[in-house]
C-alpha cells in the first residue's frame, strides 16, 4: 500500500519536473535571436575617468565586451555579435554604409535572425539609419543605437540603450516599422531623427514630426505609424553596388559666393545638395554656378539648412524652368543619401523627385 502511494507520488513528482523542464525549456526557445554589429562610437569608447564625458576616445571597446556590460540582454534575447567596424562615425563613408547594408541583408535573410542591433557613434548615426531604410530587403526590425556618453562615464546612457535595443529588435512590434533608433528611451524612425545637441543624453529628436514610440521597462509602446516607403517596399538595391555617385552638399549662408559649387563641380560630383537659406533659397552669388552646374548634367537638389519644414516645389526658385529636384522636408545630410541612391537608378530629374516625394 505504501510502496503504491508512494509510487504514485514519484510519478506525480516526475510529471511535474517533466513539465516544468518543458516549460522552461519552451521559455528559452522563445527568445528572439538578435545580432549586435558593432560599428564603433561613443557606446564603445573609453575615457581616462568615470567624469571623463568629452575628450575621451571613441571606439576602442569590442563587441564582446559590449555584450558582457549588459548582462541582462541575454534574458531577452539570443544575442550574438559581430564587429563590423571599429570606428568614430565622422569617419563613415559610402563604403563603410554598403558592407554594412549587404551584412544586414545577409543576416536578415537567415531564418533564424529575427533582428538587427547595430551599435554606432551618434554623430553620423541618423544618416547610416537613413541609408539602411532604404536598402534593408527585409521586414525584420533593424535598430541603429548609440550613446552620448563613454562606457566608462558616470551613468553612462551605452548599457540602458543596448537594453532597449536588442529588445526592440527581437519585439514582433517592431516588425515592418522601417529601420528604428532607440535612444534614450525613445524610438525614433530612421527618416526623421536627428542629433540635436552637441552632448547631451536626450539629443536626439524627431522634431516636428516626432518620434514614434517609447521604450519602457524594456518594452516598445509604438503610438505613430511611418508614413513614408522604405525598405521592402524600396526601389533601391545595394547587392550589386561597390561604390555609390558622388554627391556633396554646399551649405548657404549669408555673403556666400560660388566657391564651393564650382569646386564640386570641378571634383567630378554627380549631384549637388544646396543647404538654401530659409525655405531652401538660392543666394545671388551662387546661384549662377548652380545653374551651370545642372546645364553640365549635374543634379542639383534645393534643400534647408534650417532644420524643419518642406522645401516648396517652385516657390523660392522656379525650379521646373531650372530642372532642379526639392527635398521635400530631408535635412541636407540625408537628402545627399536619397540623391546618391537615385542616381543608381536613373538621372531624370523628374523620376528622382518623385523618389524625394516618396520616402
Ligand atoms: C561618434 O560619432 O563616433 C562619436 C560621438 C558619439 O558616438 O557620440
Known sequence: MLFH?????????FALLFLLA???????TKLPNVTILATGGTIAGTGA?????????AATVGVQA????????????????????????????????????KRVNALLAQPDVDGIVITHGTDTLEETAYFLNLVVKSKKPVVVVGS?????????????????AVNLAGSPSAVGKGV???????????????KSNTTTTDTFRSSELGMIGYIQGGKPFFYREV?????????????????????????????VGDVAVKALVASGAKGLVHAGV???????????????????????????????????????????????????????????????????????TKEIQRMFYTY
Open 5 to 13: 502511494r508512494s509510487k504514485r507520488a514519484f510519478a506525480a513528482l
Open 22 to 28: 518543458s516549460a522552461a525549456q519552451a521559455q528559452g
Open 49 to 57: 575617468t568615470s567624469t571623463t564625458t568629452v575628450g575621451y576616445t
Open 66 to 101: 559590449l555584450i558582457q556590460a549588459v548582462p541582462e540582454i541575454t534574458k531577452v534575447a539570443k544575442v550574438s555579435g559581430e564587429q563590423v567596424f571599429q570606428i568614430a562615425s565622422e569617419n563613415m563613408g559610402n563604403e563603410h554604409w554598403l558592407i554594412l547594408a
Open 148 to 164: 552620448m556618453r563613454p562606457s566608462t562615464a558616470l551613468s553612462a546612457d551605452g548599457p540602458i540603450n543596448l537594453y532597449n
Open 180 to 194: 528604428l533608433v532607440a535612444m534614450n528611451d525613445q524610438i525614433h524612425a530612421a527618416r526623421d531623427v536627428t
Open 227 to 255: 508614413t513614408r516607403k522604405h525598405t521592402v517596399d524600396t526601389e533601391f538595391d545595394v547587392s550589386k553596388l561597390d561604390a555609390l555617385p558622388q554627391v556633396d552638399v554646399a551649405y548657404a549662408y549669408a555673403n
Open 278 to 348: 530659409g525655405n531652401g533659397s538660392l543666394p545671388a552669388k551662387t546661384k549662377p554656378a548652380l545653374i551651370a552646374a545642372r546645364e553640365q548634367g549635374m543634379v542639383i537638389v534645393r534643400s534647408a539648412r534650417v532644420g524643419q519644414g518642406i522645401v516648396a516645389r517652385n516657390g523660392e526658385a522656379n525650379d521646373d524652368q531650372l530642372d532642379f529636384v526639392v527635398s521635400d522636408t530631408l535635412s541636407p545630410q540625408k537628402a545627399r543619401i536619397l540623391l546618391m541612391l537615385a542616381l543608381t537608378k536613373t538621372n531624370s
